[in-house]
């Protein structure tokens, strides 16, 4: 299952606060800048929601600036679809491999912190393909108003913008 990770403040002076957002096995450095309402991946030509799906990548994302949403779907837990939101300085959203997800920005966009743990066989052809829920019916039907309703982790669901 994915976490929310908080993270330790360990000093304060004037006007500048310190954290230590280490990430243990973390051996790769992601920063994914999103200029204004993005979505990643963006909606297939045809309107469908895209996904990644990491086989051979932890993601351990902190937002830097602005928000973000985070749409999962991992068919191994209880409740395959789960939508969590991230709010700039607030918890590490770990998502573990083999788990679909995307993300849509704040309207005024957002930077967010990767701290990957990669397997030796992790390539960007591997880690980066895009999967169209189209062309797999258990995700189109996981992510179906037909399906039972996402589990919703720090999101209001009257300001949840379609992904």
Do not use: C
């Amino acid at each position: 299952m994915f976490e929310l990770i908080p993270y330790e403040k360990f000093r304060d002076t004037p006007s500048v606060r310190f954290f230590d957002i280490t990430i243990p096995n973390s051996n790769a450095r992601d920063l994914v800048s999103h200029d204004g309402p993005a979505t990643s991946p963006n909606n297939s030509p045809e309107g469908y929601w895209q996904f990644y799906l990491h086989p051979n990548q932890e993601d351990n994302l902190l937002a830097l600036t602005g928000g973000r949403t985070f749409y999962l779907v991992n068919f191994s837990w209880a409740q395959p679809f789960h939508i969590v939101r991230l709010e700039a300085n607030g918890a590490i959203l770990r998502i573990p491999p083999g788990t679909f997800h995307r993300s849509v920005s704040d309207p005024d966009g957002s930077l967010v912190l990767n701290q990957a743990v990669r397997t030796a066989s992790a390539t960007v052809a591997s880690e980066f393909r895009v999967y169209n829920s189209h062309d797999i019916p258990r995700l189109m039907k996981a992510t179906s108003e037909a399906s039972p309703p996402p589990i919703l982790h720090g999101v209001d669901r009257s300001k949840l913008r379609a992904a």
